[in-house]
């Protein structure tokens, strides 16, 4: 009874700005940590960004330079702002969250469906 839904995915320039959003929503306790992934085809899902709920950022990859994650406790909200973007940056961005439900005090790790960004002219 847990969604994590991604949005703000598209079409962008290289050099181009793109802010995506992950909302989580259902029977949720609390939720420790949240973080963006990328996977393109014929390659393993790769780790982005992470953030604990105080604040407490990582950042991994070749978007480590070039990307912000932050969050909003009270909506259950993270983000990615994702600047001076790629070709190589194309792939499909999910949104991971560690969330204790709220009916049965469960700790379950839980996957988006997945935005599809695209960098190219």
């Known amino acids: 009874q847990v969604q994590l839904v991604e949005s703000g995915g598209g079409l962008v320039q290289p050099g181009g700005s793109l802010r995506l959003s992950c909302a989580a929503s259902?029977?949720?306790?609390?939720?420790?940590?949240m973080g963006w992934f990328r996977q393109v085809p014929g390659k393993e899902r790769e780790l982005v960004a992470t953030?604990?709920?105080?604040?407490?950022?990582n950042y991994a990859g070749s978007l480590k330079d070039r990307s912000t994650i932050s969050r909003d406790n009270a909506v259950h909200t993270i983000y990615l702002q994702m600047n001076s973007l790629k070709p190589e940056d194309t792939a499909v961005y999910y949104c991971?969250?560690?969330?204790?439900?709220?009916?049965?005090?469960?700790?379950?790790?839980?996957w988006g469906q997945g935005t599809q960004v695209t960098v190219s002219s």
């Open positions: 991971y969250a560690y969330v204790l439900s709220q009916f049965g005090g469960t700790w379950n790790a839980y």
């Open positions: 259902g029977s949720i306790s609390s939720i420790n940590v």
């Open positions: 953030i604990n709920p105080g604040g407490i950022t």
